[in-house]
Nanobody, 117 residues
């Protein structure tokens, strides 16, 4: 059974940091591109960051470049999102995504990040 379980969300003040984790099971993690998406209330789900299978190539939404870092540990079947210098506009539910093909495309349940003073 495929599972993606996010953790690490919470309430943080502007300028603070959080580290999200996504633990994967039920599929060959190292063969999947991993992505983080986010969805603010009333808005569409947007891609935040992506990392290739080996972890050597990453890309980011312009809004988070220089503040967020995506990484993965294939030995632990886990992908991370380090978020620094958080802003209120980063408030959203953050979702982990694993993709290898159109039919091999899995989602986690999401973790809420709220940036507020």
């Amino acid at each position: 059974q495929v599972q993606l379980v996010e953790s690490g969300g919470g309430l943080v003040q502007p300028g603070g940091s959080l580290r999200l984790s996504c633990a994967a099971s039920g599929f060959t993690f190292s063969t999947y591109v991993m992505r983080w998406y986010r969805q603010a209330a009333g808005k569409e789900r947007d891609l935040v960051a992506a990392i290739n299978t080996a972890g050597r190539s990453t890309n980011y939404a312009d809004s988070v470049k220089g503040r967020f870092t995506i990484s993965r540990d294939n030995a632990k079947n886990t992908v991370y999102l380090q978020m620094n210098s958080l802003k209120p506009e980063d408030t959203a539910a953050y979702y982990c995504n694993a993709i290898r093909s159109v039919t091999q495309n899995y989602w986690g349940q999401g973790t809420q990040v709220t940036v507020s003073s």
